[in-house]
Nanobody
Framework: QVQLVESGGGLVQPGGSLRLSCAAS????????IGWFRQAPGKEREGVSC????????TYADSVKGRFTISRDSAKNTVYLQMNSLKPEDTANYYC???????????????WGQGTQVTVSS
């Protein structure tokens, strides 16, 4: 059974940092492209970042560029999202998703995690 499990969310003050993890079981992450998404209350889920299967190519939404970094550790079968300089508008439930060959989108992701909540507030 394939599972993606996110962790690392929590409450952080503006300007703070968090590192989210997306751990996989039942599939080998380095054969998939992995995306991070987020959904704030009352808003649609949006793509945040994506990393290629070998980690050589990364993409970011304009809203997080320069603050967030996506990476992967094949030995741990885990993808990370390092989030720095967090802002209140980053508050959302964060999800990871997997898809072969292309960055996953809302409609094309093969697998989704259950999400982890990030709250940025003083």
């Amino acid at each position: 059974q394939v599972q993606l499990v996110e962790s690392g969310g929590g409450l952080v003050q503006p300007g703070g940092s968090l590192r989210l993890s997306c751990a996989a079981s039942g599939l080998t992450l380095n054969t998939y492209m992995i995306g991070w998404f987020r959904q704030a209350p009352g808003k649609e889920r949006e793509g945040v970042s994506c990393i290629s299967s070998q980690g050589g190519v990364t993409t970011y939404a304009d809203s997080v560029k320069g603050r967030f970094t996506i990476s992967r550790d094949s030995a741990k079968n885990t993808v990370y999202l390092q989030m720095n300089s967090l802002k209140p508008e980053d508050t959302a439930n964060y999800y990871c998703a997997a898809r072969r060959s292309f960055c996953p989108t809302e409609t094309t992701a093969g697998y989704w995690g259950q999400g982890t909540q990030v709250t940025v507030s003083s």
